[in-house]
């Protein structure tokens, strides 16, 4: 399983990549590879403040749907267009051209919390 080591991450298997005080979301390898064929993603959170662990949108596989969380507080600044027109972006490059959202950190001490790539592993005995 990929966890590159330049992200922090979230026990709901949400990844967070820093550039400067904004930040890239998306899920994880491991994360897109339990829920299966992804088929559908809705976020409609742009332009909102969402608190860390607070729903940022959905995303539907064959078999489930499942919320996405907020790994730390902040304005979700942007939306990926292109997961929302081709949802099986995130299946093949989740890491890459499959983030979800763009974020403006509102409290960057709540990146302490996160895990590293490390603690992602022991956390999903990769």
Do not use: C
Not at 4 to 29: C, F, M, Q, R, S
Not at 44 to 69: C, P, Q, R, W, Y
Request: hydrophobic residues 40%.
């Amino acid at each position: 399983m990929n966890v590159p080591e330049n992200l922090l991450y979230t026990e709901d298997h949400e990844w967070l990549k820093l550039a400067g005080n904004e930040a890239y979301v998306g899920i994880t390898e491991f994360a897109q590879s339990q829920l299966g064929d992804i088929v559908f993603i809705e976020i409609e959170t742009e332009g909102m403040n969402l608190a860390k662990h607070e729903t940022f949108g959905t995303i539907e596989a064959v078999k489930t749907v499942s919320d996405m969380f907020m790994p730390v507080s902040g304005e979700v600044l942007e939306v990926n267009s292109k997961v929302l027109d081709h949802p099986e972006i995130v299946n093949s490059d989740s890491f890459g051209e499959g983030w979800m959202i763009k974020i403006s950190l509102s409290d960057p001490g709540e990146l302490k919390q996160l895990l590293s790539p490390a603690d992602y592993r022991k956390h999903t005995g990769a």
